[in-house]
């Protein structure tokens, strides 16, 4: 069966970094979007990137825009977040999902990490 698994979540204060990695197990899956969400307490999943495999193009979400790297390493499938100058406010359980086409739902994604944890301290 395949999975999504991230890493590279930590503790970090206000204006640091952290670069999420994210793969799948088991088998190559073929989508042709992988995205990162994340997940605040109490808060509803939101979308905050996305990277298409077979062209450069990735998608943001507003607040995170020059802020924010998503890349990707097709040799070895595996998609990464930069997060530079993070924020108090981009603490949340991050999700990495892959699926057929791009959109900013949940409900677009058919594979999902366990997710892994930020948190940003002021």
């Known amino acids: 069966q395949v999975q999504l698994v991230e890493s590279g979540g930590g503790l970090v204060q206000a204006g640091g970094s952290l670069r999420l990695s994210c793969a799948p197990t088991?088998?190559?899956?073929?989508?042709?979007?992988m995205a990162w969400f994340r997940q605040a307490p109490g808060k509803e999943r939101e979308f905050v990137s996305a990277?298409?495999?077979?062209?450069?193009?990735?998608a943001y979400k507003e607040s995170v825009k020059g802020r924010f790297t998503i890349s990707r390493d097709n040799a070895a499938s595996t998609v990464y977040l930069q997060m530079n100058n993070l924020k108090p406010e981009d603490t949340a359980v991050y999700y990495c999902a892959a699926g057929i086409t791009y959109s900013e739902s949940v409900k677009t994604y058919d594979y999902w990490g366990q997710g892994t944890q930020v948190t940003v301290s002021s």
């Open positions: 990277i298409w495999w077979s062209a450069r193009i990735t």
């Open positions: 088991g088998r190559t899956i073929s989508r042709n979007v």
